[in-house]
Structures are given as structure tokens and as C-alpha cells.
């Protein structure tokens, strides 16, 4: 039996958008203000640590995108939910770095996490990473990202 050639492609769109649907997946803005005193530029570490965690919610099947980090005050949370509206993302989730300025060391993160649509905090919480690896820092910052990510994640599923 053949077909006529239309039917071909209307098959085609719909298999298109059927796979489409399936790699949907939730979209989160992360934003960082950082606290250590000096307030002049970004540190190493808070680079770092940003890297880290935005491969943390990738490795969970987000899709991620990152405002500028802030050295100076802190972002409007208001003015962040817009730009988010704006871009289609489902959440934001802001964190401030507290850091020693000596040591170059992150001392606390608080983070908050919203729903962008609902205009709502989902959550928020202090972490205290004193009692992570101290001699690898590298490994230190991994971890602190991968559990705040496992907090957030356990909140927005």
C-alpha cells in the first residue's frame, strides 16, 4: 500500500513533536552574591564552587543558566523572578557565599529557592560548611555543591 507523500511528513511532525515532549525537563536560574568584606571582584572560589554546582543540577537533568555573580548587594529577588518569567525558567534559586577574605574559604551559604510562576519561596535554609574536607578544596566544594543540589532537588520533585 502506498501512501500519498503528505502523509509521510504529517507522520513525521507528529513523531517530532512526540520526542520533543519527552525531553522536556525543568529549568533553574542560579544566582550567587557574594560576602567576603573586600566586595571588589569575584573570588576563585566562588567560581568554583558555581561551576560545581550547576554541573550538580545538570547531572540531574535540569537546565541551567546562571546570572552574573554579585560582589556588591544583594539582587532584587523581584527583579531576578522577572528575568526569569522572562527567560521561561521554572526556578531560582539564589545563594549568598559568606567568605573569609584571608583564607579564601566559603564559611556559610544561605540559598532560597522559588517557583518563578507561583512568585513564591519553596524553601530556604543556612548551610554550614565547616565540617566538610579541609585539606582539598576542590573536593570540599564538590561535595557542599552536590548536597545543596540533593536539598533543592528533594524539594522541587
Known amino acids: 500500500c502506498i501512501l500519498p507523500h503528505y502523509i509521510y511528513s504529517v507522520i513525521l511532525c507528529i513523531c517530532l513533536l512526540f520526542l520533543c515532549s519527552l525531553v522536556y525537563g525543568q529549568s533553574i536560574m ?3 552574591n557574594q560576602q567576603d568584606g573586600l566586595q571588589e571582584k569575584e573570588q576563585r572560589v566562588t567560581i568554583q564552587f558555581e561551576d560545581f554546582l550547576v554541573e550538580s543540577f545538570f547531572d540531574k537533568g535540569f537546565i541551567i543558566t546562571t546570572y552574573p555573580i554579585s560582589v556588591q548587594e544583594k539582587d532584587s529577588v523581584q527583579n531576578l523572578l522577572d528575568e526569569c518569567k522572562f527567560g521561561s525558567m ?7 557565599l559568606t567568605i573569609n577574605p584571608l583564607t579564601e574559604r566559603i ?19 543556612q548551610f554550614e560548611v565547616t565540617h566538610y574536607e579541609k585539606n582539598n578544596e576542590e573536593k570540599r566544594l564538590k561535595v557542599i555543591s552536590e548536597t ?3 536539598q533543592i532537588f528533594e524539594i522541587i520533585s
Open 30 to 32: 542560579v544566582c550567587i
Open 90 to 96: 521554572d526556578y531560582l534559586v539564589y545563594l549568598t
Open 107 to 125: 564559611t556559610s551559604i544561605d540559598w532560597n529557592c522559588f517557583s518563578v510562576m507561583q512568585e513564591k519561596k519553596m524553601n530556604q535554609s
Open 148 to 150: 545543596i543540589t540533593k
